[in-house]
């Protein structure tokens, strides 16, 4: 059924021409290496229609952990994601033909791997568009491609942040007479027998 869908859409999309409108809305993120962050993607205008497509470019080494749809919907719709073309193809429909809601939302969980490159990259997105598949199989809008969102690949490190946790401790200096005790506490003078370090060398109190 899937790739029934796909070839249907490829065929009309080359033999007809749409109204075009922007179909969905991408929120930009952030994330770490090594690290996952969720891109929400928003199908607008769903309402009245069976099935959506749309193909992202994602930057290198940055790969999909899982695909989901937001809302309750029946066991008949199915929600994948397969590379297609160097890019990633979202693509959801109901193989009883049952009606996407109005509010719509793709939850995409990314993961960037250890070795991704750090910066920002733009997001293009392409074969857009909005299906109604009752008896006749019908695109109702498509969308430009374009940019449609952007993804920021740190290494989780904030410039501010002292990596170990260790701040520098200013060594006090030892002046003349100085006694500490077996367990480096710094005494004003002995007060029991017994082994004392003063002025950094072993001292016996009897």
């Known amino acids: 059924m899937r790739k029934l869908f796909t070839t249907l859409v490829a065929s009309i999309c080359g033999t007809m021409a749409f109204a075009q409108t922007e179909l969905i809305s991408v929120n930009s993120v952030t994330i770490n290496k090594g690290g996952t962050s969720q891109m929400e993607v928003t199908i607008n205008n769903a309402k009245d229609n069976t099935a959506f497509q749309f193909d992202l470019a994602l930057p290198a080494g940055v790969t999909v952990k899982s695909v ?43 993961e ?31 969308q430009e ?40 506490q710094r005494v004003s003078a002995p007060t029991k027998k017994g082994l004392y370090i003063m002025n950094g060398k072993k001292a016996i109190v009897r």
Do not use: C, H, M
Request: proline share 2%.
């Open 68 to 110: 989901e749809l937001n809302g309750d919907y029946p066991a008949t719709r199915q929600t994948s994601n397969d590379d297609v073309d160097g890019k990633v193809r979202f693509l959801s429909y109901d193989d009883d033909n049952a009606n996407l809601n109005d509010d719509t939302k793709v939850i995409i969980t990314l």
């Open 145 to 184: 491609d374009g940019i449609v969102a952007s993804i920021t690949i740190t290494d989780g490190i904030k410039d501010d942040d002292d990596p170990t946790g260790i701040s520098r401790v200013a060594a006090e200096a030892a002046g003349n007479d100085a006694w500490y005790n077996l367990n480096g």
């Open 112 to 142: 960037a791997a250890e070795d991704a490159t750090i910066g920002d990259v733009a997001i293009a997105g392409s074969e857009i568009l909005l299906v109604k598949d009752d008896n006749d199989f019908a695109i109702t809008s498509t």
